[in-house]
């Protein structure tokens, strides 16, 4: 139901997979109450793991017998009066422009053709906010196109349009040049753009993490900082400072509901508090009193 009927994909149903065989180590599914469901949330607890672990196990749980009652196989929602464990969103780690500048400096220095696959990885992370999923199951077809953006196929198999600037284009065909050097002889078909020798036929998301810790080591940059998805919050995080409109913003990220999206105006707090302090007329008419 979740892959057909919601276009769920595979890393959402395999999370769901997880967590349902988790409770099931717990409770027979099939019988369990609110006793149980109970018990394991407090197991959870005990056990150390985060309330939005929890969160997300007791969300499985809910789709789950939600599912159940609705088609009439239980009478019952075991779920139903059962709160979710609250626990404050962190806000994101996010890079410098001076950060990035130094990795994207020195990834361009290296010529090779590993040199000219990780610019254009770092130009893509940052410069169209792409989840490393995502560029991992990039395609050929997908980039080669004579527009300014590329289409993205993200959570739930939906599409949206992802930018790509001049420098990003620009490192998309020096990489192009070079791409058969990653490919096997007898894999002449690859259709990833980020192609591998590796039984997937493509850059891992482990593959991609170690890539940039090590670009980051080189320039300077503290590795632990440094994530494809911390790229990816920069790539937000510094088009709200610059002004760009959350909608804008929910839109190039493919957030499904803009309150996650929200989380970026925390982030660059202090950049927007300047702005209204410089520009709004009351704020101004303080600052001349003083």
Known sequence: ????????????????????????????????????????????????????????????????????????????????????????????????????????????????????????????????????????????????????FIRITGKGNKERLSPMSGAARDALNAYLDVRSAFIPKDDKNNRYLFASRGEEGFLTRRRFHQLLKALALKAGVNPEKVSPHVLRHAFATHLVEGGADLRSVQTLLGHADIATTQIYTHVARDHLTKVMRGAHPLAKAVKKVR
């Open 1 to 148: 139901m979740m892959s057909a009927e919601r276009g769920a994909g595979a890393n959402t149903l395999a999370a769901y997979r997880r967590d349902l065989l988790d409770f099931a180590g717990h409770a027979d599914p099939a019988k369990a109450g609110r006793d149980e469901v109970r018990g394991f949330l407090t197991g959870l607890s005990r056990a150390g793991l985060a309330a939005s672990t929890q969160a997300r196990k007791l969300s499985a749980l809910r789709q789950f017998y939600g599912f159940l009652y609705g088609e009439g196989i239980r009478t019952d929602d075991p779920t139903q009066t059962i709160a979710a464990p609250q626990a404050r969103r962190p806000l994101p780690k996010i890079l410098s422009g001076n950060d990035l500048e130094a990795m994207l400096t020195t990834a361009a220095e290296d010529q090779t053709p590993q040199g000219l696959r990780l610019t254009l990885i770092v130009e893509m992370l940052y410069g169209g906010g792409l989840r490393v999923s995502e560029l991992a199951g990039l395609t050929l077809a997908a980039v080669r196109t004579k527009e300014n």
